[in-house]
């Protein structure tokens, strides 16, 4: 098993939690306007709905490694073009963070939770961006890809989840520093581009 591999998944996937987009800004949005509660429901539900997108892949690409590993290169081919695709759309976005929380809407927990878990679910892109990360790192060669691919959704999530629930939390304290320190989103546009390009020259080499 390759450490290395899994300390640089972990590193990768905290990057990318803490860069803003649209997920953490709407966990940040939910707490600052109606509290951290809210906005941990909210993670709770964007949390559950990657492990949907974990098993799809897990199982497609699985059943690809087995059938054909040509077809595999490929895979990791266009995952590698498609984060340099995401590096270039961060580089063409603007770095300035808005945060109008103004007709956010009250709803209960459970609601809260639901609408994070169909948010998730719903969204091709996550899918299409667990495919482009996670056969990059693909950790034992003697463990099964399934397995290998439900250890890199489960730290994924658990990452994400980490980071989002301090989001959460700190709502308060992170609002005021966005509003106080207008070039935050500069700094965090371009770690999230740094982030995106080496991931796909780990996956090249």
């Not at 906005?39 to 559950?48: D, E, F, K, P, Y």
């Not at 266009?78 to 961060?90: E, M, N, R």
């Not at 034992?140 to 989001?167: C, E, H, K, N, R």
Request: with cysteine.
């Amino acid at each position: 098993m390759n450490y290395d591999i899994l300390i640089s998944f972990v590193l990768a996937t905290s990057a990318l939690a803490i860069s803003p987009g649209p997920d953490n800004i709407y966990v940040l949005l939910q707490s600052i306007t109606h509290g951290k509660f809210s906005g941990l429901a909210t993670v709770a539900g964007l949390i559950s709905g990657c492990l949907v997108h974990t098993t799809l892949v897990a199982f497609g690409v699985s059943a690809i490694i087995k059938e054909n590993e040509s077809l595999f290169l490929v895979i990791k081919l266009f995952g590698a073009a498609y984060l340099l695709y995401l590096a270039f759309k961060v580089f063409k976005s603007h770095a300035e963070l808005h945060l109008d929380n103004k007709g956010v809407p009250k709803k209960s927990l459970l609601q809260l939770f639901k609408q994070g878990f169909v948010m998730n679910v719903l969204n091709p892109k996550v899918s299409l961006f667990f495919l482009a990360l996670f056969p990059g790192f693909l950790f034992d060669a003697t463990l099964s890809p399934v397995l290998q691919f439900y250890v890199l959704g489960g730290l994924f999530m658990l990452v994400s989840a980490l980071i989002f629930s301090a989001i959460a939390m700190l709502s308060g304290l992170i609002s005021d520093y966005i509003k106080h320190h207008a070039s935050i989103g500069m700094y965090l546009k371009w770690l999230q581009i740094v982030v995106f390009v080496l991931i796909a020259v780990l996956i090249l080499i």
